[in-house]
């Protein structure tokens, strides 16, 4: 079993849908990372939290740590925010990545 | 900043050779990590250095894969002998402290055919 566990695999939505992305992690934390990369491109760091929420424009990233969870949710989604979404949780120095979860949102 | 400098973009090259990946952090990171993303297995980590000292090197796959951090600005990842199954795309990135935000490269896509 991966530490780390994201579901769904993969998610297709119309724009403007609300999406959620769930992580569940079976390791002890220090903090935990959702990170976004595009087709083809790089890997950028949206969140990284380590308690409560942090909202950033339309993303929401949640974590309750006694249920070791966490969710990404987009609210008003875009075309643009097709991407392959990463949920990954600290461990000491070290990042433990999930496998991801790819988003295909259509106009 | 110009953020986490990857060289090559791009590699391609006959299994046997020796391939040779670079990395700049971001100046005044800490910390920097190599990775490897393949289908199969996603992002692993492969080694990553403190302070130019490398901490944790259990991820590298084999004695083919060597890194080197000389100094605060540059480092290396080697690969001597290649073959096919290293292929994949290897993504280096730095870290201001520990358990801080990760700032990753565009990644170098290494093919061995």
């Known amino acids: 079993k991966n530490e780390v566990e994201q579901s769904p695999q993969n998610l297709t939505a119309q724009e403007g849908e609300f999406i959620t992305i769930n992580c569940s992690y079976s390791v002890g934390i220090s903090a935990l990372h959702w990170l976004q990369q595009h087709p083809g491109g790089g890997i950028v760091s949206l969140f990284m939290l380590s308690s409560g929420k942090k909202k950033h424009g339309r993303l929401i990233a949640t974590i309750n740590i006694q249920e070791k969870h966490s969710s990404l949710h987009i609210t008003a989604s875009h075309p643009r925010d097709s991407a392959v979404y990463i949920c990954a949780v600290s461990n000491t120095d070290k990042l433990i990545f999930g496998t991801g979860t790819r988003l295909q949102v259509f106009p | 900043d110009a953020g986490v400098i990857q060289s090559p973009r791009h590699e391609v090259t006959e299994m046997g050779q020796e391939v040779t990946l670079r990395c700049k952090p971001i100046?005044?990171?800490?910390?920097l990590f190599w990775y490897r993303q393949t289908m199969m297995r996603g992002l692993e980590l492969l080694i990553y250095f403190n302070n130019n000292v490398p901490i944790d090197d259990s991820g590298m796959p084999e004695d083919r894969f060597s890194a080197k951090m000389p100094n605060a600005s540059f480092s290396t990842l080697k690969i001597q002998p290649s073959e096919p199954r290293d292929s994949a795309v290897y993504f280096c990135a730095s870290s201001l402290l520990r358990n801080q935000p990760q700032h990753f490269g565009d990644g170098t896509r290494l093919s061995i055919l």
């Open positions: 100046s005044g990171h800490d910390y």
